[in-house]
């Protein structure tokens, strides 16, 4: 997922008063039977992330995993199976060598990884680093001419030492986490952060223009390569927003993210007057034959004269970051809802309502993959000028928030859906899935559907170590998936394909959002 | 430290009946107001790890670092600094380029190490990775002629997926769990694994040879490089044992140990018939000059007439596994040794017995440099033959269970130092040391005074993430050092010399140990 934020918002329920909503325990019966005991979902994993690797926007990793789930969804004997084009993306890239290594004072290796979008060093490069303290461009005044061949290390006041960690690295959602989601009511919203938030925006905007103007005056000294800090500890570390995708991004020069103690390590020898020297050849490539980007879609077709036209989507984004092979983010939503898929053909199910299945790219540059596919079939969220198709579809559900076991779903301020839903967690209850929260989730590609008035909804997961060590991390790799929550998962929202798709009415929806106001 | 065991020894302890020993409060101040308030203890682990580097036996590193402390026991105006031969030890050696990567099926670079004491590749290798399961030697001969030049990788059933953490990497002590260390008593002994110890010694020596003749024969058959399962989790992987380090080793195949999940990613994929690729580009290099191992010594003179030729020694071992600086193992412990001496010689302490720190190396291969020390001066443990300086040693203190700060004492089965420790920790319960018990530790240095019946001690340490994170691993660096801590484990320490040094009569001993029995 892109980014996580919680919000209350919507109004208060009562959930006892309204339920009449119907299961079908027989069905239930059989999917959990499916899902539960003939599961196939880390097998699927392990294709999307120990066989395909990194799935970044355009990237030939995401390519090769697209390319496996269209086989993977005709072999099940999916319909509609295809590669859809959502709109125009950018580059691709990868990296095709990473090696870095400090030689002064001592040899050691050390562990990192290219920015996303950023070259390669042309061969191999070694080099004194040069501590760099800059908080506008004229810092730099007085390095100029100074800087031609080196490797760069900013020395930020922002950069803090690591701290022993005295809390487990993955955490389960307790009851009464759980508890006070389900009570949260009408009108709650979360604590605003201090500050004005249009000032922190217009902070942010301006720091990050002073770091690319430091970054192309870095070019114009021409400086061999920049290291910048990534947060995490123990050989764990987070990535983050390298150089443009754009076709027509400028040039920059190559920079490297490497984890907190290589970085620290040469920062305290900087600054205590130790020479540092380093080693490194890096080289990655960009892919701009095709810059569409694609998002996989497959159906099981609905066979109800009526409702046959209308629609059940499921999904999550299929892309990930580079410095891993995206296990919980997101090859283990995309499993989940490869493996629903497979669960209700298992069981030969022949829905009334069409099920879509699509998985996302390019979400991590910002839902793009699911936004552009809504723009095309349903509307446009700005104008707010529908399609025919946005009635059509009864309900969206995305999951992407890690390995963790569905605990619950986010009504997204959705009021009248959770009688229903709740209704349908009652099954699920023994599973530890049981709770429906008025709250919004962020983040992720529900808010697509959302945003243009058709049902979108994100299930309430397990954290486990998502925060800790795997969201957007180099060790986001399958060993971080748990087969039983994936399992688990997988069974649920096979159950609520299914009920949604036999619903006799659709979800109920919200009432349409406005259009943004039209600039003057 | 080499390996981390407790075991209860020893007789009850009546500690308030005996409580009559005296501490000198004025001395106890000054100290206080040294080691807390002025101390160095960070800057000193800075120049042993971030500036040495790793320091295995014999190695480059090792000999910065020794040199250094030469050079600042010096500045602190010791005396008698040297470094002193404790005997042949064998080859040094040193990493200097580790390159790995998996190209097929696709790029990504790989966290491990080169194997201690293991050749390079002599030159960039890329090939197939194959996997073998092999038991026995004869299991290899399926392979026979089918592994020149390939990478191997072992599939054995000892190799378990990767778990969520859902407990704490660090802890410290908690008051039961001292409450218990101190109300051990006579005749307690820890409850043996189940298994008889001779069966199981038999069968780990036999694994070992197994094993020695399977990388002879993959030796034989002229693979290219062997890869080693690590332990470990999210980039953190602890090191083991490499080749021997004996001037006449036989020549070895290269070997890196590599992250548990860049190893499982591989064995998942070669047990699911992916065809796996690699390259590597290794480079190490061996240092056998000058074979002698060598420890750091450092005095503040004594100045009684009469006990000044007796001795008080501190301290720890220098020495460290290669794959990252050994910050808790052991350069906490040196440092805080270290600061210990600075402490007293910043308060012109003027001792009435000679305080000795010394600083051990080989350590990690078997307490090396500390028995060589003991049989040069001391006496020979096997014959139990000692020297006239045995008895001129009251004590000696060691500091070697990692950064956790010290919260008490481990009386070694010495019953009758159990109410002076206890009486000399009174004035430091304020930061959390109070505990005396008359607990064995083993796995350090003291243990090689102990067994020539010199009164050998270590403290109690909180854990913090030494068994999770640090022993022995590639994350064992600065980053992981609590300043507080060592600044309150050098202050108790300097406190335990000063009233050592000072003390009429020495530390009692316990009964000499009985000589080894001669083999037939």
């Known amino acids: 997922m892109k980014r996580f934020t919680t919000t209350l918002l919507g109004l208060g329920l009562c959930l006892s008063a309204m339920a009449q909503e119907k299961t079908d325990p027989a069905a239930i019966q059989k999917i959990r039977k499916e899902g539960l005991e003939n599961s196939k979902v880390m097998d699927i994993a392990f294709h999307i ?24 969804f005709n072999e099940w004997g999916l319909k509609n199976v295809q590669l859809e084009a959502w709109g125009n993306f950018g580059k691709g890239w990868q990296i095709d060598k990473y090696y870095a290594a400090t030689t ?15 070259p390669g060093t042309n061969g191999p490069v070694k080099a004194e680093v040069i501590l760099i303290k800059a908080d506008t461009v004229t810092d730099l005044d007085k390095y100029k001419g100074k800087l031609a061949g080196k490797i760069i290390l900013f020395d930020q006041m922002t950069i803090q030492p690591l701290k022993n960690t005295y809390k487990p690295d ?13 009570a949260a009511e009408a009108g ?13 925006m217009a902070q942010m905007l301006k720091m990050r223009a002073t770091r690319a103007a430091i970054a192309d005056r870095l070019k114009e000294e021409n400086a061999a390569l920049l290291l910048a800090f990534a947060r995490g500890n123990h050989g764990t570390f987070f990535t983050s927003n390298g150089a443009s995708y754009a076709l027509d991004a400028k040039a ?18 900087l600054r205590a007057g130790q020479k540092v020297e380093m080693e490194a050849d890096i080289k990655t490539s960009f892919y701009d034959q095709d810059p569409q980007g694609y ?28 410095a891993a092979t995206g296990a919980t983010d997101n090859a283990a939503g995309s499993a989940v809802m490869m493996e629903a ?78 009688p229903i839903f709740q209704e349908w967690l009652n099954p699920f209850s023994d599973l530890g899935a049981k709770t429906v929260t008025i709250n ?36 986001d790799t399958y060993d971080r998936l748990v087969e039983e929550d994936l399992k688990r998962s997988a069974t649920i929202v096979a159950s609520f394909v299914y009920h949604t798709s036999e619903r006799a009415a659709q979800i109920p929806r919200k009432e349409l959002p406005k259009p943004a106001p039209v600039n003057p």
């Open 49 to 72: 992330t120990d066989v395909a690797g990194p799935r970044l926007a355009n990237s030939p990793g995401l390519k090769r995993a697209q390319e496996w789930a269209v086989k993977q």
């Open 104 to 118: 002064l004072p001592f040899y050691h290796a050390i562990i990192g990884s290219p920015k996303a979008w950023t």
């Open 170 to 182: 993955a955490v389960r959602l307790t009851d009464s986490a759980l508890n006070a989601m389900a």
């Open 188 to 200: 709650q919203v979360a604590a605003r952060r201090p500050g004005n938030p249009n000032n922190m």
């Open 252 to 269: 920059v020069l190559p920079e490297l993210e490497i984890s907190a103690e290589d970085y620290l390590h040469m920062l305290r020898l």
């Open 295 to 322: 998002n996989v879609i497959a159906e099981i077709p609905g066979t109800d004269k009526k409702l046959k036209e209308e629609l059940v989507i499921i999904g999550g984004h299929y892309d990930s970051w580079h």
């Open 341 to 418: 898929m497979r669960i209700l053909k298992a069981i030969d199910f022949k829905p009334k309502r069409t099920v879509r299945i699509v998985l996302w790219s390019s979400e991590e540059q910002g839902l793009l993959g699911s936004r552009g596919y809504v723009l095309k079939h349903f509307g446009d969220p700005k104008t707010m000028v529908l399609t025919p198709d946005q009635k059509k579809v009864s309900a969206y559900y995305n999951l992407d928030n890690g390995t963790g076991a569905i605990r619950g779903i986010y009504l997204q301020g959705n009021k009248e859906a959770g």
């Open 440 to 475: 919004n989730t962020g983040g992720t590609d529900h808010q697509a559907f959302d945003a243009i008035g058709i049902p979108g909804f994100q299930f309430i997961q397990d954290p486990m170590d998502y925060n800790t060590r795997t969201h957007h991390s180099n060790q």
